[in-house]
């Protein structure tokens, strides 16, 4: 599903993010990208949403060869991944209903469709009822599942996350990482930059070490996650 062969990032002031660099994940498959800040982890997760181009090698994404996307087809791309944020970057003027809408509207669907599968993912992070309100009026864990929401409202078969859980309690992280954990179950292909030890803790998952660019560790063998 997501192949990495020999990447290197380098952005234009010449500092090198990626060195060489090869993974693979498998369809359906979850992990952690672990490593300490400036490690590379977001680096390779703008590879995947391809808000960066590889300077050197192949991402290979759900079949298609991330570097040779041409711009126009770059939105058609994305909609393929789901994208979480820290910070989930909500507009604040606009209800949550808008919120989760936008990548549909700008995707051409249909008002009455838009309604059906808003309302649906919605339901999947547990605001079901929660349309009106506007993105301040929600708890910090609220407003990132709304952030999910978003994410996931176009069905896309992979859904990436950096730090997702960096700004929330123990208890809330535990929640949010259960939703990745469902989406996953249902087949969707996640994976999770983080460096919350907690979390790391609390979910067996395969987990992708980067160091200075590099992937030093990586447990081998695919691996679903366990049941709790
Ligand atoms: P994190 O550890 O949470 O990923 P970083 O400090 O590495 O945070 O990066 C935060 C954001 O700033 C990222 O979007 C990253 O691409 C960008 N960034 C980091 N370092 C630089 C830099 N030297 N110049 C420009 N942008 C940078
Ligand atoms: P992490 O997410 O693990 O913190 P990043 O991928 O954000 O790591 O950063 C890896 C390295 O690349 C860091 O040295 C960071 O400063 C640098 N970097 C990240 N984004 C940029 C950018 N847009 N321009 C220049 N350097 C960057």
Redesign the pocket.
């Known amino acids: 599903m997501i192949r990495f062969d020999h990447v290197f990032k380098r952005?234009p002031?010449g500092?090198e993010a990626l060195s060489d660099l090869s993974l693979e994940l498998a369809s359906g498959e979850i992990a952690f990208l672990t490593g300490h800040?400036?490690a590379g982890?977001?680096?390779l997760l703008?590879l995947i949403a391809l808000i960066e181009r590889p300077s050197r090698g192949q991402v290979i994404v759900n079949g298609q060869n991330v570097g040779s996307v041409p711009r126009s087809k770059i939105p058609a791309y994305r909609r393929q991944i789901g994208v979480v944020f820290?910070d989930h970057k909500l507009l604040h003027d606009r209800t949550i209903f808008d919120n989760i809408a936008l990548p549909l509207i700008i995707a051409g669907i249909g008002t009455k469709e838009i309604g059906k599968r808003v309302r649906a993912a919605l339901d999947q992070v547990g605001l079901l009822g929660r349309e009106q309100s506007r993105p301040l009026e929600l708890s910090t864990g609220e407003q990132q599942r709304v952030g999910i929401a978003r994410a996931v409202v176009s069905k896309p078969p992979i859904l990436i996350a950096?730090?997702p859980t960096g700004n929330l309690d123990p208890d809330l992280s535990l929640e949010v990482m259960n939703i990745f954990r469902r989406f996953n179950e249902v087949g969707v292909t996640v994976l999770i930059a983080s460096h919350d030890l907690y979390l790391l803790e609390q979910f067996p998952v395969r987990r992708i070490r980067l160091e200075g660019g590099k992937i030093v560790d990586s447990d081998e063998a695919p691996q679903k996650l366990l049941d709790p």
């Open positions: 952005y002031n500092r800040s400036g982890k977001s680096s703008k820290q950096d730090e």
